[in-house]
């Protein structure tokens, strides 16, 4: 599970992660320089003399570090330095080019690694090609990478920070065609007709945004009748919460595809 972000905040990016991971309640700890103009005590920095300092330290606090670029290849000597220490230290490394895909790809692709790694202590650095202006575009990467990891290992965390109304005992449905049949009377009939056109491939994309909702709406607390229903239609035992989530949605979308799948008119 992702317990620790480690981040010098620098740059307008880095500063927007640890932001984020302070509203997702993710601890924030590493080393900075002045010219950061962070408030030091709100994220649990230390002050260092130089940003290749921040850096060397940070990574020796690191289970993993995720380096984020706006080019292909990796290129700057500092960040190559960086890498090579890794390597000798026996820490997991991610280059990952914002401009190579879509938001839910990218934090995808950075979810697999450290989920893969199991990572704890994660570090964050942009390097000096990511242009002003792409703040917000790391933050939804990093907000969507905590979405997935989660939704992986502690989905009841994310209830609180995307305040989702917790539910009460009474409702539940004891069948994935009942949720199904649900969320064809209360979901929005623009947002049924944009998931009916949508490919299988683009269904994680309406899992992040629905799935906790999901979750909370019609599993938690332990909805028992729900679980096994779930199971019988995968044929898999120990299913993870958001796989859930993930059999609702799939079915979700079959059964508009057969109703509600229209062109739209702008």
Known sequence: MLTTIICSGI????????????????????????????????????????????DFKNAELADGIICLSQTAFLESDSLIDLKN????????????????????EISDRIGSFVF??????????TDDSIRSGKADLIQAVFESLVYILLMKTNPEALASPIHVKAPDNSSSSASVESVVDDLLETVPLKDRVIISNMS???????????????LSKYYWPKNNLLLD?????????????FEIAEIIIKMFWKKLKKTHRIRLVK
């Open 11 to 54: 740059s307008s990016g880095e500063k927007k992660i640890l932001e984020t991971a302070l509203k997702y309640k993710i601890e924030t700890r590493g080393y900075t320089t002045e010219k950061s103009g962070l408030n030091t005590e709100k994220f649990c920095l230390e002050t260092v003399d130089s940003e290749k300092d921040a």
């Open 116 to 125: 893969e790694n199991g990572i704890s202590s994660l570090m964050f650095k």
């Open 229 to 241: 229903d779930c199971v019988k239609i995968s044929g898999r035992q120990n299913l993870e919460e």
């Open 85 to 104: 220490y890794c390597l000798l230290n026996n820490i997991h490394f991610y280059f990952q080019d914002i401009t190579s895909g879509s938001i839910h």
């Open 200 to 214: 299988e491939h683009e269904l994680p994309d309406v899992l992040l945004v629905m799935g906790i909702t999901i």
